[in-house]
Nanobody, 124 residues
Framework: QVQLVESGGGLVQAGGSLRLSCAAS????????MGWFRQGPGKEREFVAG????????TVADSVKGRFTISRDNAKNTVYLQMNSLNPEDTAVYYC?????????????????WGQGTQVTVSS
């Protein structure tokens, strides 16, 4: 069992930055691949970024490429999502998730554990 708690969301103006954090507890965090997903108003949940269990492999969605960066610190059991050049289309609830496979994945079904989410609102 892994418990995930996101933080760092909030209200920001377009062009601004936020850094989301996801603190993990429970079973060994470093054995899981981690991902960030988001769900905007009236939209389905979508993949944002993923990182392998070692942190050596990352992938991001095309919609955020060049603006968002995922990283992890296994010593702190924490995963981060650095979000730059935010725009109103990035407004969503952002979720952290853990995948037992350990391999980076864009597939929602690969992720077994989910946090409660943190709201990000970007004003124009």
């Amino acid at each position: 069992q892994v418990q995930l708690v996101e933080s760092g969301g909030g209200l920001v103006q377009a062009g601004g930055s936020l850094r989301l954090s996801c603190a993990a507890s429970g079973r060994t965090h470093s054995t899981y691949a981690m991902g960030w997903f988001r769900q905007g108003p009236g939209k389905e949940r979508e993949f944002v970024a993923g990182v392998s269990r070692s942190g050596g492999t990352t992938t991001v969605a095309d919609s955020v490429k060049g603006r968002f960066t995922i990283s992890r610190d296994n010593a702190k059991n924490t995963v981060y999502l650095q979000m730059n050049s935010l725009n109103p289309e990035d407004t969503a609830v952002y979720y952290c998730a853990a995948a037992p496979t350990g391999r980076v994945s864009r597939v929602t079904d690969d992720y077994r554990y989910w946090g409660q989410g943190t709201q990000v609102t970007v004003s124009s």
